[in-house]
């Protein structure tokens, strides 16, 4: 059986995971603001856990497109407190969203045990040393350029191959720093440098991802090619979340990064017992 190792368990994947995003930021482009209060995102946390979440994913900075950079000082004090607190009473294991080492560091001191990097460990060397280092379980994402720019660099010649190329350039860095391949999984980044053709395809073609022979996450909660596709506001795509959800289970992806976890708990196990039957 198929598992992903983190710093303190062994998760099967057996079933799709869930995995619940929490956005202790003021700029997030759907919930920003809600859960900056930390007894409001422990609250919140503890809630998408009751609701089926296999996963806690926490995160101080914006990485919307547009997004500015937020020092790593800053985008610590905002995640440790809510870890903190979260650590001791969640049963489910806490993902840190972040590049920045320093800000990873801290975060796995306070209870968490997942490195999510949306740069695959491109835009912070000492990263991939520390992932090795502290056993994290790691998410390695595909992107081009920061959060402020790459929607400016949405064309590609091959997108699924120059996607590929990239995801395994991220991995053999993370691997040659000393992280096992038991405890990567990869991401290919969907919203992050792609437009909204390019987000399709992606998605149409998501099998081909598993060529690689690790674990896929999948994140397409809310995102703004489903409101260009749907012609709907940021708080009307939960229908067609879910439809990119069932999609993406039934085309290889092990986990789902969400914001509705009830209804997308329920999207990712009906599309799994369909393709298991």
Partial sequence: MKTWKTARRDLLLDRPLIMGILNATPDSFSDG???????KAVEHALEMEAEGADIIDIGGESTRPGAPAVPAAE???RVAPIIEHLAGRLSRPISVDTWKSEVARGALAAGAEIINDISGFGFDPAMAPLAAESGAGVVL??????PDRMQTCTDYEDLLGEVIA???SSVDSAVTAG???ERIVIDPGIGFAKDTAGNLELLRRLRELTSLGL????????????GKTLGRETGERM????????LAVANGASIVRVHDVREMR?????AHAIITS
Wanted: no cysteine; charged share 25%; hydrophobic share 40%.
């Fill in 166 to 168: 990239g995801l395994r």
């Fill in 215 to 226: 674990p896929l996450l999948v994140g397409t909660s809310r995102k703004t090619f489903i």
């Fill in 33 to 39: 603001g809600s859960f900056i209060d930390p007894h």
């Fill in 266 to 270: 329920d999207a990712a196990d009906m």
């Fill in 75 to 77: 985008e610590l004090r």
């Fill in 239 to 246: 229908v067609g979340t879910a439809a990119t959800v069932a």
């Fill in 141 to 146: 994402q595909h992107t081009r350029g920061t």
């Fill in 179 to 181: 992280v096992e391949r």
